[in-house]
Structure formats: C-alpha cells, structure tokens
C-alpha cells in the first residue's frame, strides 16, 4: 500500500504557453512591471529565516543517519526558488 501524498506537476508545452499568451509583450511587460512594484513594497515572501533568501539549499550532514543517504559532496547538493508574490490589487505607493 503506497501511503505517500500524490503531487501533481504542471508541465506547460510551448503550445501551452502561447495560449496562455507569452507572445503579447505588452502584457508581459505589464506584468514584470507589476512583480516590480510588488518586490520594491515588500510584497513577497522568499525562503530563509529573514524571506529574502535567493534560494532554498537542501545540504546533507557527515554523519548520515541511513546508508543510501547521498554524501556531503559538491554534486549533492538541491537548490530551489519558492517564493510568494503578493496580489496585484495590494496598496500602490
């Protein structure tokens, strides 16, 4: 019996991605610019203990508590960028 949560994944195709409309520049510009204002108001939220970490690392210890835990070694290392951004409609300075 698998007990495991099941994760679902987006994976957008070009196709995809030009129907959620990438190629109107306008809006796209729209938007980065709205991401601006939102990051210069404070409006987000990254990883780390002050929310402003460009990236969450997962390391792994010397001492490893089961044998086929990955080694402390250069290539063993996962990075990602989780972060919250605010809503457009949120107070304009």
Do not use: Q
């Not at 949560?5 to 991605?17: A, G, N």
């Not at 938007?31 to 203990?49: C, I, K, N, Q, S």
């Not at 460009?54 to 835990?69: R, W, Y």
């Amino acid at each position: 019996m698998n007990t495991l949560p099941k994760i679902d994944f987006i994976y957008l195709s070009e196709p995809d991605m030009i129907r959620a409309g990438v190629t109107d520049m306008a809006a796209c510009v729209d938007t980065m610019e709205e991401m601006f204002r939102l990051l210069h108001v404070g409006d987000y939220r990254m990883a780390g203990p002050d929310s402003n970490s460009h990236g969450a690392i997962v390391v792994f210890p010397e001492d490893l508590p089961f044998p086929d835990m990955p080694k402390p070694t250069a290539d063993r290392r996962f990075m990602a960028m989780p972060a919250y951004l605010g809503e457009a409609s949120g107070p304009r300075e």
